[in-house]
Every structure is written in C-alpha cells, then in structure tokens.
C-alpha cells in the first residue's frame, strides 16, 4: 500500500477535490431538500391556511345572515326577508364544500368544521325552521315567541364552534410560519456550511499547492539559475511530488548532456583557436605570397615585356631581311620564333589583364549597357567586317558596376560569337535582357557553332581551349575573365544548353532597387496590351525581327538596333570611355 508522501500531484489534487465535492454534493442535496419543505410550508400558509382563515369568517358572516334572516322574518312575516336566510344557506354548503378540499393535511381542522355543521344544522331544525313555520301558519306573534334566551344560547354554540374553527386554522397557520422559519434557518446553515467547506477547501488547495508545487519549483529554480550563470557542476535535485523529483532528474540529466557538450565545445574551440592561429599563419603566407605575385606582375609587364620585344622585333628583322635567302627550314624556324614571341606577348597581356580584375578598381557607378554596347560595337567592328557580322541588342538597363569591366565583359562576348562561326554563315549576335526577381539576366546569343553540354563548365576555366590555336587563334582566357568580371558585380555566368542553334552564355547583374520596384508596381496592375513583351530568353529567330529586352523603368524597347547605325556607336577602332579595357581581339570559348 503506497503511502500519502508517494502519491502523485494528480492523485492529491483529485482526491481532494473529491472530497470536497462529495461534501459539496451532500449538502446541495441537503439544500434540495430542504428547499422543497420550505416550499410545502409557504403553500400551506399561502394556499391552504391563508385562504382557510377568510372562508371561517365568510362562514361565519352566512349563518349570522341565517340567523338575523329568520328573527327579521319572526317580526315581519314578510316573505322576503326570508332572501338572505336561503342565500345564507346556499353560501354555506359551498364555503363548507371548499373549506373541504382543504383540509386534506388537517384532519383536526375537518373534524371542526364538521362540528360547525352539525351546530348550525342542530339550530336550524331547532329554532330556525320552527320559527319560519309557525310565523307562516300562526303569525309574527307565535313566531317571536320562539325566539327565546334558549335559542340564541344555541346560536352561540354555533357561534362558538365557528370561532373554535378559526382559532385551529390561525394556529395551524403558525406551524407552517414556524416551520418556514426553521427550514429556512437550515437552509442558511447549509449555505454557510458549504461556504465554510469551500474556503477549507480552498485553504488547503493553496497550502498544498504552496508546499507541493510552488517551493519545490522555487527550489528547482534556484538551482537551474545557479546552473545557468555558469556552475555546470552543480548538481540539482529535487523535492515535493514524484513528478517534480522525475523534473529534477531530467534536468539534472540535461545538466550533464550540456556539461559534456561544454566540454567538448570547449576542446573544439582549443582545437579551432590553433586552426585559426594557423590559418592567420598562411592568411599572412598568402599575404606575402600576393605581394610576391603583385611583384611578378610587375616585372612581367615591364622587365619580361622588354625583352621578349627585343625578341620579336629581332626575329622580325630576320624574317624581313634575310627571307628567301636561307634555306626553306630557316625561314621556318624564323616564323616559328615570331609566332612563339607574339603569342606570348599576347598571353602575357591578358594575364595581366585577369589579374587587375578587382584589384586596380575605379569604384562602382551607374552603367548604362546601351552606351556599354555602343561602345562594344566600336571595338568589334574591325572583325566585323571581316566575318560580315551582324551585332544587335535590345533595350539594356542601367546598373551598378564598373564600366572598363563590364565593356571588357560584353566585348569578350561578342568577339568569341563572331571568331566561333559557322563556315559559309554570316554571323549574328544578339544581346538583350530581362528582369528575373532582383537580378538583370543578359544573354548573349549567336549562331555559331555551339557548345556541346558536357563542355559548358570547362569553357570558364583559365587556358582551357576546346579547338587547336590553329583552327580559332586566342589565349583561352577571354571566358574565364568573363566569369571573373561577372562574379566582382555580384552575379553568376553560365552557358544556356538548351538552345537549338548557337551558343547562347547568359549571366546576372543586381538590379537597381527603382528597377525592381517598378516590375512588382507593373506586375500589380492590370495588363493594358500596351506594353511591348520581351524575347524571354534573348534568342532571335532566323528571319524574325529580335525581341527588345527590358529596359530600365519599364521604357518600351528599341529592337533590332544594328551596330553600325547605333547611336551609341563611337565609331571603328575608338576605345570606350574610362580607358583600355585589354587586348579584347583574341578571346576563346
């Protein structure tokens, strides 16, 4: 048998709760009862002994009626006097016939009122009777001399049964007054019983609830906090019900857990401090190292640059002086040296060029690509010319950005469609733009030769060529300043595989803030039919006219813009403002 300290919270709670409504219960059922009595007793007074009391007087009034009926009719012999003493009669039987049906609970009150009744009876046939017949057959003077100190003595016993009537109905009334009261009276203590049982019970529910619940919990709770400002070693235990010391003891587990995990924190944080250390270790390696490159750079853009053209310019002289006059493998070899000395002249340049990304910066400002274009299609206007190409954009927006990089950017673009065309093809290419969330998607489609998709990852990796210098001259680093120029302004570049015709490389730029605003402002509004639609993915079609691409603000787009009849167009051979973007002629897919 589990003892009173072992039982639970809940076991307490409702066991008291119990008792209290078994009590509570037992005196409402009290209350009922009582209740009902006390009902009883009101409808007695109100509707027995109350209604009682008047038709005793109203009986009394109609044989008093009888009585003076009959001494009027003695003196007068008029038969109508004899009125009030039938009507007397008549209001008798029906006052007696009433009182009757209420004094069911009385039988000491039937037995009076059949007294009542045998008295009035008695003196009707004694005096009431004699003295209306003898009036009628002898006259008014044998009849009053019926009426004699004997028959009013019989009208008083009559009188007195009435009165004796009464005062059993006044004192039956106070029975039921007092048992009101008293009922009453219980129902009052009831009351206050119940009361006092739910303040007892409330009493006690708080003092349990203060010593099972709140000082246990105070008590859990200092210990937590203690726990909590540091001392993980503390361990916690617990008091008052089953429930608060199983609390307690998966606190305390929790406790441990994070004791240990505190602890092994505490080695990886060691263990990360050394790693960092480390780390700052080769961060000022790198350092170092970089400054080593920057110094590389250096001498390879002037002290390398130096020789290798006094190399080429010698072998150039070779070449021009002595051609023809050596053997055929000579001048061969002389070709051989000139080739190697420019295209190293070449390489090194766009070296250079790769690694002055983000770190010579001019600062970012508002770039309009519509003059970045523009100036694009000076540069490339040379080769061209030479392919028969035909350069066309939409409507470009206006971003943030550095614009020497970006119109390196956009004339890698295009020089790489114009080099990688289809033989007997005359080149197109086409640059447009669309909104896509907060980043503008440009896309640079031509109708080349294409890619294939297991190559569109490598093309943006440094030196990686896909065809032999021979067959398409270049570096094989024009892309991967392209992926590099796009990931400085915050975007990202890749190739768009499922063209059906060309190549097409898209890459993002963030937009500006008024840019975005007003797409989601157009996005809102009904659609008018007005506006002009984009191209969706920037490709024209053979023979169709190219979509325009978004312009800034929502403006309508001017499509199909050739390069040679563009406004921005600065003319052959004339570099874009902000200075040499880098040697944009020989870049590889």
């Known amino acids: 048998m589990t003892r009173v300290g072992d039982w639970t919270l809940r076991r307490r709670v409702v066991t008291l709760l119990t008792v209290v409504a078994v009590l509570l219960i037992g005196l409402a059922g009290g209350e009922v009862a009582l209740a009902a009595k006390n009902r009883t007793h009101i409808d007695a007074i109100l509707y027995k002994t109350g209604p009682l009391r008047v038709q005793a007087q109203e ?40 009182m009757q049906r209420l004094v069911d609970d009385y ?8 007294l009542v009744e045998e008295r009035a009876e008695a003196w009707r046939q004694a005096v009431a009777v004699p003295v209306v017949t003898t009036t009628q057959q002898n006259g008014t003077t044998a009849g009053q001399a019926l009426i004699t100190d004997q028959a ?53 529910l708080l003092v349990s609830l203060d010593k ?91 002290d390398l640059q130096e020789p290798l053209r006094k190399v080429a310019s010698f072998c ?64 490339t ?15 470009l927006p206006v971003i943030r950005g550095e614009e020497p990089l970006l119109t390196n950017l956009l004339a890698n673009l295009v020089s790489n469609s114009v080099k990688f065309r289809r033989p007997d093809v005359p080149p197109k290419v086409h640059v447009s733009a669309r909104l896509v969330g907060d980043e503008w998607e440009i896309s640079c489609q031509d109708n080349g030769i294409g890619i294939e998709p297991e190559f569109a990852d490598k093309i943006f990796v440094i030196f990686q060529r896909l065809h032999a210098k021979d067959a398409y ?25 499922g063209t059906e015709e060309g190549t097409a490389i898209r890459f993002t730029l963030p937009a500006l803030p008024e840019d975005v605003e007003a797409a989601a402002a157009s996005a809102a509004e009904p659609a008018t039919g007005d506006g002009v639609a984009g191209d969706g ?15 800034t603000g929502g403006a309508p787009a001017q499509a199909d813009r050739r390069a040679d009849e563009s406004e921005t167009t600065d003319g052959p051979g004339r570099a874009p403002e902000g200075g040499r973007t880098g040697d944009m002629r020989e870049t590889v897919g």
Do not use: C
Request: proline share 3%; aromatic share 6%.
């Open 381 to 395: 206007e040379a080769a061209r010319q030479y392919a028969d190409a035909e350069l066309t954009w939409g409507e």
């Open 537 to 551: 993915d920037g490709t024209p079609g053979d023979g169709d006219e190219p979509a325009a691409g978004a312009g």
């Open 316 to 379: 150039q002289l070779l070449q021009r002086r002595y051609a023809g006059q050596l053997d055929e493998r000579a001048d061969q070899y002389i070709a051989f040296a000139v080739d190697g000395a420019q295209r190293m002249q070449r390489l090194i340049n766009d070296l250079l060029a790769f690694s002055r990304i983000g770190r010579l910066t001019t600062g970012f400002t508002e770039v309009d690509m519509n003059k970045i274009m523009g100036d694009v299609a000076g540069q």
């Open 212 to 302: 099972m619940v709140i000082r246990p919990l105070t008590g859990l709770a200092d210990q937590v906090r203690e726990v909590a400002e540091g001392d993980y070693q503390h361990g916690i235990a617990g008091a008052g019900p089953p429930e608060f010391l199983r609390l307690a003891e998966d606190v305390d587990a929790m406790r441990r857990k994070i004791a240990k995990d505190l602890a092994e924190v505490r080695e990886a944080r060691e263990r990360i401090e050394w790693v960092n250390s480390q780390l700052q270790k080769q961060a000022e390696e790198l350092t170092r190292s970089n400054r080593d490159l920057e110094q590389f750079a250096y001498v390879a853009s002037h």
């Open 59 to 98: 009986l009394l009034n109609a044989l008093l009626d009888q009585e003076t009926a009959v001494r009027g009719y003695a003196v007068s012999g008029n038969p109508a006097d004899l009125t009030p003493y039938e009507a007397g009669r008549k209001r008798e039987q029906d006052l007696v016939a009433s």
């Open 473 to 497: 001259p270049g570096t094989g680093i024009g892309l991967a300043i392209v992926k590099k120029i796009v990931e400085y302004h915050g975007g990202r570049v890749w190739v768009d595989t």
């Open 152 to 204: 009013r003595e019989q009208f008083d016993d009559v009188r007195g049964a009435v009165d004796h009537l009464q005062q059993e109905i006044f004192e039956a009334r106070q029975r039921s007054a007092e048992d009101v009261l008293r009922t009453s009276n219980l129902l009052v203590v009831l009351l206050i019983a119940a009361l006092a049982v739910v303040i007892i019970a409330g009493s006690m």
């Open 107 to 114: 039988p000491e009150l039937r037995q009076e009122i059949r």
